[in-house]
């Protein structure tokens, strides 16, 4: 019996993980067991995350003015009868032969995009006749 416990003890010693063995590093000042993390006052701190929040607060306002720039300069170029169409790329705004390539392959593309100006006589405004009616002009008709 005694040899059946020995072959199962045995067997899960065999089948058993090792765990690796762990290695203590002594201190190397004496009597210093155990160092604190490095921390700072709280005032220094605080003004840490205000001058961080200040730079996010500048970057965001740079991106929308840099936006609204590439919105002017799309519009500048009157191909676009919306120049909010073109969406924004930062390559844009340093060079204008890129801007006109991203214009000419949104035409091309979507050409109902473009500007659309009215030529020729539409029928509105004033036209070239000759008959001007006025007041005067009906009474005189009116009274013959």
């Known amino acids: 019996m005694t040899a059946d416990i020995e072959s199962t003890e045995t ?4 089948t058993a993980p090792e765990t ?9 000042t004496p ?12 005032e ?7 001058e961080s929040a200040k730079y996010r607060q500048r970057a965001g306002k740079t991106d929308e ?9 799309v519009a500048a170029t009157g191909r676009l009868a919306d120049p909010s169409d073109l969406p924004y790329d930062e390559a844009h705004l340093d060079d204008e032969e890129a801007l006109t390539a991203a214009v000419d392959a949104l035409l091309a593309s979507k050409p109902h995009l473009a500007s659309r100006k009215p030529m020729g006589d539409v029928g509105q405004g004033a036209s070239g006749d000759g008959n001007v009616v006025g007041l005067a002009g009906l009474l005189r008709a009116g009274a013959a």
């Open 11 to 14: 067997a899960t010693e065999d």
């Open 20 to 28: 690796p063995e762990v290695e203590t590093t002594e201190p190397e």
């Open 31 to 42: 009597g210093e067991t155990e160092t604190e993390p490095e921390t700072f006052p709280r």
């Open 44 to 50: 220094y701190v605080q003004k840490l995350r205000d």
């Open 65 to 73: 003015l840099a936006k609204r720039l590439h919105t002017s300069l």
